[in-house]
């Protein structure tokens, strides 16, 4: 089991800057993979950025160049800056651990104003 616990999010205007957390903890040694999506109302969870243990990272075509995921294995934590936001960002926002199953964080909501 993996348990993930988010913080940061809320309300901001378009153009601003909003930092979200994840700390993970349980069977992490198992994780090889953490991320972070998100899920609109109305529509489908998406892959927001990807990062591995290693480091390497991809990222959704709509949030290139904006927001950098990064991570500290040491605090076994995943991080997600999100720069120039847009009020089509607005969406609840979940940490992922990437292993079989999947584990979820609890969600936390972004809201961007224009």
């Known amino acids: 089991q993996v348990q993930l616990v988010e913080s940061g999010g809320g309300l901001v205007q378009a153009g601003g800057s909003l930092s979200l957390s994840c700390a993970a903890s349980?069977?992490?040694?198992?994780?090889?993979?953490m991320g972070w999506y998100r899920q609109a109302p109305g529509k489908q969870r998406e892959l927001v950025a990807r990062i591995t243990r290693g480091g390497s990272t991809n990222y959704a075509d709509s949030v290139k160049g904006r927001f950098t995921i990064s991570r500290d294995n040491a605090k076994n934590t995943v991080y997600l800056q999100m720069n120039s936001l847009k009020p089509e960002d607005t969406a609840v926002y979940y940490c992922?651990?990437?292993?079989?199953?999947?584990?979820w964080g609890q969600g936390t909501q972004v809201t961007v104003s224009s």
């Open positions: 992922a651990a990437l292993g079989f199953p999947i584990y």
């Open positions: 349980g069977s992490i040694f198992s994780i090889n993979a």
